[in-house]
């Protein structure tokens, strides 16, 4: 869904770029730290924050054995699996000033592959516990200095941070945003984005206000992006059946998340509520706000003359754009058995189907296979070529939309095969998975769309 409000301006319903959970008035403040770099202040929930997958990192404060408890370092390892404590386990122990044996501690960072996480890496730290430390101001600078510098050695362009200490540690807020700023201000040449991302209303006030007092950072002040018909969505032609608007504008476009047409447990047994609120309140809702935020980047770049930035963000718009575009149409394609899924189609869409395949039986053999093999993660999809009105089967990498396989296709069904629509539940059996899907597929919506399109 992309929407307007009633002056004009675009938001999102959840707010301007980077988050599912945006700040309390729906923005996120950028400050300059450099010419070439930007600290930035949200309130979020930091598993689903990411850029491009391969130069963010993700800040966790954790503890000293690194194991996962309680907080955002509870947060963090159950949204990456199981296999981030396993990598937490592995970092040899030390022994910290009170010959304790450790894995990291206080003050000081490690950091680890994200795993499931949108990110590439997790930088570990340990925070001070306010009334217990010494010199709590001496650690929780050590934390976010380490952090970053850890970051800079392992060549991370792009990194967030909790507000460290400010939970269970009791570290009192004001003090630590005049500490952590000031230790990011120290790096200001080192990252193209430093994130602040905070999970309170009352934490992201006390952050806004230390920055905005600071007279070595200078608020950008939020524009109107004017996109060329180069950066034109490529769903465009899809308006109709997707039920929101992807077209060209002359206005920053905002996509926000779009309400399901159903229950989150209504496809039980065949796809759990559990796998059906995850995908859609957090693997959708990530694709929808690191796009917004590319769109955002994407603005700044312009605003520069940084014709290098545009052409790399325009590969972060098309994954992220896609997973957007690709899972309304997902959500669209599946119906409770109660409401009719998995009924078979009886309209043209049929006949067409017993055309080009020689049956349903036959064309769901087949897209079982295509998806089955498809190496990583990716859809599989039943096109229909507006160009010669055949149907066929293809297969997209990532979340690459239909689209790009040729401008004439249109989806009439897609099937999910990444690995989050179906591990919780059929673990890594995506060929069970398949199998079971076509229980709740949606053929009178993949019905109405054919008819239009070939009308």
């Known amino acids: 869904m992309f929407r307007r409000n009633r002056t004009g301006d675009v938001r999102s319903a959840m707010g ?38 391969s130069t963010d990192a993700i800040v966790n404060a954790t503890s000293k054995l690194m194991l996962g408890d309680g907080g955002v370092d509870e947060a963090i390892h159950r949204a990456a699996g199981p296999e981030l404590l396993e990598a937490c386990r592995k970092v040899p122990k030390v022994q910290n000033f009170s010959r304790i ?44 200095r380490n952090s970053l510098t850890l970051a800079k050695e392992n060549n991370v362009q792009y990194i967030a941070f909790p507000a460290i200490s400010c939970g269970l540690y009791r570290y009192p807020f004001k003090e630590a945003s005049r500490i ?40 950008l002040a939020k524009k109107t992006l004017s996109l060329s018909s180069s950066f034109a969505p490529v769903s465009a032609s899809r308006d109709r059946w997707l039920g929101a608007s992807l077209c060209h504008v002359q206005t920053l476009t905002i996509a926000t998340l779009p309400d399901l047409p159903y229950d989150y447990c209504a496809l039980e047994p065949t796809i759990s509520r559990e796998i059906m609120k995850i995908h859609h309140q957090k693997h959708h ?5 690191n796009y917004n935020n590319a769109l955002e980047q994407l603005d700044s770049a312009i ?63 087949k897209m079982n296979a295509e998806g089955a093999a498809l190496q990583g993660s990716g859809w599989v999809w039943l096109a229909l070529d507006k160009g010669n009105k055949k149907l066929s089967v293809e297969t997209t990498a990532n979340q690459d939309p239909l689209v790009t396989k ?50």
Not at 325 to 352: C, M, R, Y
């Open 16 to 53: 301007m770029a980077g988050f599912s959970a945006s700040s309390s008035d729906g923005s996120v403040r950028t400050f300059q730290l450099s010419p070439s770099s930007v600290l930035k202040i949200q309130k979020g929930d930091i598993t689903v924050w990411s850029v491009d997958g």
């Open 101 to 144: 044996t450790v894995r990291c501690p206080t003050g000081e960072a490690r950091i680890t592959p994200a795993f499931r996480l949108p990110v590439s890496h997790v930088i570990h730290t340990v925070g001070p516990i306010y009334y217990s430390d010494e010199h709590p101001e001496i650690s929780l600078t050590n934390a976010y």
């Open 180 to 219: 952590a700023i000031s230790v990011a201000k120290e790096f200001l040449d080192s990252f193209k984005e430093i994130h602040f991302v905070l999970f309170s209303d009352k934490l992201y006030g006390v952050w806004l206000n230390t920055a905005n007092a600071d007279t070595g950072l200078q608020l």
């Open 285 to 289: 809702q990530m694709y929808i706000t």
């Open 303 to 365: 605003a520069k003359g940084d014709v290098s930035a545009v052409v790399q963000l325009q590969s972060t718009i098309k994954f992220n754009g896609g997973g957007h575009v690709n899972h309304t149409i997902f959500w669209q394609n599946l119906k409770p058995t109660n409401e009719g899924g998995g009924e078979p189609p009886h309209s043209t869409l049929g006949w067409a189907i017993d055309t080009n395949f020689g049956s349903l039986e036959a064309l769901i053999q």
């Open 406 to 455: 040729g401008a004439t296709l249109v989806p009439l069904l897609g099937i999910d095969v990444w690995e989050h629509a179906y591990y919780l539940q059929y673990k890594n059996v995506r060929s069970d998975y398949l199998k079971n899907i076509w229980k709740v597929i949606n053929w009178k919506y993949a019905s109405e769309v054919y008819d239009k399109e070939t009308a």
